[in-house]
């Protein structure tokens, strides 16, 4: 399969999100050519600012995997992480983060900063930026256009 093939999986779940009045983030994990965990924002529902898709997604993966360490596993997400996320990409190592939309206000995958290749940490995570870009971008768009 293709990026773009996962990250529509992602945008699945993203869309999941949205119907439940989640700011419309989703994310899956590939680990040896399959999905192994998917997930989206749930802060509203948990009422907990760490429920992102990021995080949520991890946990699932490290859970089914018995592993903390993702090592052979990619991330496909439909925003660039923010800081939080970041920094567990690289705590979870991660081999590959793959995201949609850039997010220009609080992205930490490039741009507004960079998490991911801070030249002090430990592990490297490859990065794919910009995959299905429009398609991740005008999710978001439709949320908080429906918001105002």
């Known amino acids: 399969m293709l990026h773009q093939d996962w990250m529509q999986m992602a945008i699945k779940q993203a869309q999941m999100a949205f119907e439940q009045g989640e700011v419309p983030i989703g994310a899956v994990v590939v680990h040896k050519g399959q999905v192994i965990a998917e997930a ?4 509203e529902q948990r009422n907990d600012p760490t429920a992102h898709a990021e995080v949520l997604v991890i946990q699932r993966a490290t ?11 990619t991330l496909y997400v439909t925003l660039e992480p923010c800081p939080m996320c970041a920094g567990a990409i690289v705590q979870s190592r ?3 983060l793959v995201y949609g939309a850039a997010d220009l206000k609080g992205g930490a995958a490039g741009s507004v900063m960079n998490v991911l290749d801070y030249t002090l940490w430990n592990h490297r995570v490859d990065l ?5 870009e429009e398609e991740c971008a005008n999710i978001l768009k439709k949320f908080f256009k429906r918001l105002r």
Not at 128 to 132: D, I, K, N, S, T
Request: no cysteine.
């Open 63 to 73: 859970e089914i995997l018995g592993s903390w360490r993702l090592t052979d596993a």
């Open 40 to 43: 989206h924002n749930e802060k």
């Open 94 to 96: 991660l081999k590959r």
């Open 128 to 132: 794919v930026a910009g995959v299905l």
